[in-house]
Every structure is written in structure tokens, then in C-alpha cells.
């Protein structure tokens, strides 16, 4: 499916506050085809078929047993890359691998099964760059990556700095992520939100929650949404801000939403005393210029509603 909103597809709220059916991406979104055409669901985060395949339509019935499977599919995964990043710590630095092949390190026990691929030792400096070691993922449909270059991610850094910024919420910028912990003179700290689930190997549950910025979807749960509650908390002369980098082409009012709600629970978070909005002066956005001011527009409609 290419993208709706140059289709005449228009994404749609359902009525009476009904949760969508998920996907191995989270809840899906509710499309209409035209002024009063058939209603139908389909993924958030991916616009061709062949990179989710689910699509509903909005009257049709799912088994019970067809619905706790979708949601299996999606909790033994996270559980997996959750027990690999713990089993890693204990690891020896010099029996740590990663396999270019399936794009994951290894622990000592899988270097025979992954001996016939391109494996490599890792160091640790390595590990302290996961966004050079992963290969970017390249699909202009779903989650294209165009990652920040050192130079970039820097100079916005020190900006940042001299602003008074001691927080930066990092939503799909990976890079950025890496060089606030890499230049700890900065006292910055940061919080990685992002639907690449490769990064859960290389950070904690405090560093790095699975997200779909398409639809506010946390995979882990009320834990991973504890954990952004916490880093949103503004403590003293804390400042936080948040820099995102949509995918190209992406829904753009699914991701004004998911940015409102980041910013209505920042402000639920703040004393009274404080200025109570995060506004379009505290997110930051790497998108084309049209779409970063469709963006700001509907942001700034939905914070009057």
C-alpha cells in the first residue's frame, strides 16, 4: 500500500474509543477509503503489504484464539532480546561475536551454529556504537533509516547544551543516542525510542524502549511506558527536550498524535508551578520541511482541542 494520504485514503479515529487489532507492530489504524467508503484496518508503521501482510476489515469478527496469538508473537520476542541483553553483561568482552549475517551478537554458546556466517569479535568501544555495527534498515515503505552523521549529531548536541537541555528524548535517532553517552562531559542524558528491536542488545530497559512512533505503541508494555514517565520527570534545573526522525513518507497524523501524547504526559509529570506545555519550542524534528509543517500545524490544532 502506498502511501493514504496521497491515495484519498484518510486515517480515521474509531468510534466510541474501540482498540484496534494488532499486528506484529502494534494497534493498527483504522483507514477509509473516500468520504463514507468501506473502513479497514492495516499496519501503522508499514506501508507495503509484503512488510506486514495484516488487514482487516473494520466489521469483520476475529476468533478469540487468532487474537492471543497475534499478541504471543509479539511478547516472546521482546522477552528474547530482554534475556540476551542480560546474558551478555556477564560475558567475557573477548568471547563477544556479532554476526553481520543475522545482525545479532552472540553469546558463547552460538558461535558453532553461526560458524559458516560473517561473524567478527567485537570490542568495546565497538559495543559503544551499535548504530556501526547494524546494518540501516533500507525500506523506503516502512522504516527507512537515514542515520545522523557524527558531525551533524554533534553540532546539534552542543546547541542543545547551550540551551540549557539536560534530557534529550531520542525518538528513531540512534546515533544521537550513542554520542550523549559516548561524551559524558556533556551531563546529558538521554532515552532511545525506536521500532528497531536489534538495539534492545546493546541497552538496558532504562536506555532503550521498543516504540512505534506511528502509534504510540510501547512493546513492552506498562514497564516501557514507566520508564519514559521517569526520564520525562523534570527534577530541579533538569530541561528536557525531544528529538525525532520519522521515517520518510510516514503517516503524518498518526505521528502529530503520538507527539501530543508525549507532550500531554510530560505536562501531567511537571509541578504546578511550572510552564505546563512542551511545546514546538522543545521538540525538534529531522523531516522534510513540508512535512515538519503539517507537523507543527496539527500538533498545534490538537493542542487547542
Not at 508525549?262 to 529531522?286: F, V
Amino acid at each position: 500500500m502506498e502511501n493514504p494520504e496521497t491515495l484519498g485514503i484518510e486515517v480515521v479515529c474509531p468510534e466510541g474509543g474501540l482498540a484496534a487489532p494488532c499486528c506484529p507492530h502494534g494497534p493498527t489504524l483504522l483507514f477509509e477509503k473516500g468520504r463514507g467508503g468501506r473502513r479497514f484496518y492495516a499496519c501503522s508503521a508499514c506501508r507495503d503489504r509484503k512488510d506486514c501482510s495484516f488487514f482487516q476489515w473494520e466489521d469483520e469478527k476475529v476468533s478469540e484464539a487468532r487474537l492471543r496469538a497475534r499478541e504471543e508473537v509479539n511478547r516472546l520476542k521482546q522477552q528474547e532480546y530482554r534475556n540476551r541483553f542480560e546474558e551478555l553483561a556477564s560475558v567475557l568482552h573477548h568471547e563477544k561475536k556479532f554476526c553481520d549475517d543475522c545482525q545479532m551478537l552472540l553469546l558463547p554458546a552460538e558461535h558453532g551454529a553461526h560458524s559458516a556466517h560473517r561473524t567478527t569479535a567485537v570490542t568495546a568501544a565497538q559495543l559503544r556504537r551499535p548504530s556501526l555495527l547494524l546494518r540501516p534498515l533500507d525500506n523506503k515503505k516502512s522504516n527507512a533509516q537515514y542515520l545522523f552523521t557524527d558531525r551533524s549529531a554533534n553540532f546539534l548536541l552542543d546547541s542543545l547544551a547551550s540551551l540549557g537541555y539536560t534530557k534529550v528524548l531520542c525518538v528513531g535517532t540512534p546515533r544521537l543516542q550513542e554520542l550523549i553517552k559516548l561524551q559524558k562531559s556533556r551531563s546529558m542524558k538521554s532515552l532511545l525510542l525506536d521500532i528497531d528491536l536489534r538495539y534492545a542488545q546493546f541497552y538496558s530497559q532504562n536506555e532503550f524502549c521498543h516504540y512505534n512512533m506511528f502509534n504510540h505503541h510501547f512493546f513492552g508494555g506498562e514497564a516501557s511506558s514507566a520508564v519514559l514517565k521517569s526520564f520525562l520527570k523534570e527534577v530541579g534545573e533538569e530541561k528536557v527536550v525531544m528529538v525525532a526522525d520519522p521515517p520518510f513518507g510516514g503517516l503524518v497524523k498518526p505521528l502529530a498524535n503520538s507527539f501530543s501524547l508525549i507532550s500531554q504526559t510530560w505536562k501531567d509529570l511537571q509541578d504546578s508551578g511550572q510552564e505546563l506545555q512542551l511545546s514546538s519550542d522543545h521538540i525538534i524534528l529531522a523531516t522534510p520541511l513540508y512535512a515538519g509543517n503539517v507537523l507543527f500545524h496539527l500538533l498545534y490544532q490538537i493542542k487547542l482541542s
